[in-house]
């Protein structure tokens, strides 16, 4: 069954920097575009960006780009969100989805792990 | 920064339906598919409808949705106890994706 898990969220001080990570299992990793989106505590949800099935095209919504990067490994069947220059604002649960080429929802999600920015 | 509009909530009884609506524009509502997503509480998401109007196959029919210009609708008929949950809207500008402010379903 498909599986997608998000790992690598904390507690992390203002300015700094974390890579959250996404294992996909029980699907061709290969063959899908994955997204991240987040959720702040209490609100709803925030679409924070997305890269195509072989990395070739990549966009941010305006809140991540220049501060944070999408990438994926393919033999590796892992989504990775690199997030620099952390803010109080960007502490949310940060969710993986997938979404398969040529469609546009997101028919699978992870569980989310949960960023917490503070000092 | 959601640029779907949707009430905070709704609330009904127990076998009564509800209605849900989801307003945009001509950018991405007006020009692209729109998909719903069921959040119970303290879960991730889960898809509910695609492409205005499809269901998984799992999802039972007493969800339908439907568009029309530049606004969606979701209809939950029958409301049972638990669907109480948040619902989002989605659509997409170029090559982003957006969401809807969310609504919370309460039933009575």
């Known amino acids: 069954q498909v599986q997608l898990v998000e790992s690598g969220g904390g507690v992390v001080q203002p300015g700094r920097s974390l890579t959250l990570s996404c294992a996909a299992s029980?699907?061709?990793?290969?063959?899908?575009?994955m997204h991240w989106v987040r959720q702040a505590p209490g609100k709803g949800l925030e679409w924070v960006a997305v890269i195509a099935y072989d990395g070739s095209n990549i966009y941010y919504a305006d809140s991540a780009k220049g501060r944070f990067t999408i990438s994926r490994a393919n033999p590796r069947n892992t989504l990775y969100l690199q997030m620099n220059s952390l803010r109080t604002e960007d502490s949310a649960v940060y969710y993986c989805?997938?979404?398969?080429?040529?469609?546009?929802?997101?028919?699978?999600w992870g569980q989310g792990t949960l960023v917490t920015v503070s000092s | 920064q959601s640029v779907l509009t949707q009430p905070p909530s709704v609330s009904a009884a127990p076998g009564q339906d509800v209605t849900i609506s989801c307003s945009g524009a001509s950018s991405n509502i007006g020009n692209n598919y729109v998909s719903w997503y069921q959040q119970l509480p303290g879960t991730a998401p889960k898809l509910l409808i695609y492409d205005n109007e499809k269901r998984p196959s799992e999802i039972p029919d007493r969800f339908s949705g439907s568009k029309s210009g530049t606004s969606a609708t979701l209809d939950i008929t029958g409301l049972q106890a638990g669907d109480e949950a948040d619902y989002f809207c989605g659509s997409w500008l170029g090559g982003r994706r957006v969401f809807g402010t969310g609504t919370k379903v309460t039933v009575l």
């Open positions: 029980g699907f061709t990793f290969g063959h899908y575009a």
């Open positions: 989805a997938r979404e398969e080429y040529g469609e546009y929802y997101f028919d699978y």
